[in-house]
């Protein structure tokens, strides 16, 4: 995250179209692997379909237990994120960042981005990282690691597009699988070193809101 530090990557954009219901409808419609047959009746999904399939690993990933200090939610309504973050933070004044690209119409294939000054460091070590899921409605599957540091900066395509990038730093992560993906890449062991990455435009974090309302 250095300024001046060349990466090739891409920001895609969101694909998942899917929207939040009202949280009235949200609570009236079940979300439990014990309840699938009736999940998919609901949607007119039949249960060997690909729908079905994803359907049943959204759910099934919500019901997994986290790593050791992990909190998990996955909220079936944007009422329901909000309320998982402020009652993390025991305040209702948070807001919620994003990446964004600020290019109308870029083309989103690989491309060089280089790092631009003006790093931002959002406050505390406690932030809810929360990642849209695949599902017939918008489900984001929320989750509070500590100690966490999230960062907000400026990137710049060799295509002239530019990025506000949002990136999650993982400063623990000794209780993380040996197996996952970021140590197998970084070929390091768990506890090692701080994980960092960038999020996609589809996901957000919720950080407390130190500015006057």
């Known amino acids: 995250m250095r300024p001046g530090t060349t990466m090739s990557f891409q920001f895609p954009r969101n694909s998942n179209t899917a929207t939040f219901l009202p949280p009235e409808r949200a609570q009236s419609i079940p979300f439990s692997s014990n309840k699938l047959p009736e999940i998919f009746n609901h949607f007119s999904v039949k249960p060997t379909s690909v729908e079905a399939k994803t359907i049943k690993q959204t759910i099934e990933e919500c019901e997994a237990p986290g790593i050791k ?28 960042i994003s990446t964004e690209v600020l290019e109308k119409g870029a083309t989103m294939s690989m491309h060089k981005h280089t790092t631009m000054p003006g790093l931002k460091k959002l406050a505390g070590d406690k932030v809810v990282v929360c990642h849209k899921q695949n599902y017939p409605y918008a489900v984001f599957y929320c989750h509070v690691i500590k100690p966490t540091a999230a960062y907000v900066l400026s990137l710049k395509g060799d295509d002239g597009v530019k990025i506000k990038a949002v990136a999650i730093c993982h400063l623990d992560t000794s209780e993380w699988n ?36």
């Open 178 to 213: 040996p197996k996952h993906l970021a140590f197998q890449i970084l070929k390091v062991k768990p506890g090692t070193i701080p994980i960092c990455h960038f999020l996609p435009t589809d996901h957000s974090v919720w950080v407390p809101n130190h500015k006057s309302a």
């Open 69 to 96: 200090g992990e909190e998990i939610y996955c909220a079936t309504s944007l009422e329901s994120m909000v309320d998982f973050s402020t009652s993390n933070f025991r305040t209702r004044n948070v807001q919620a």
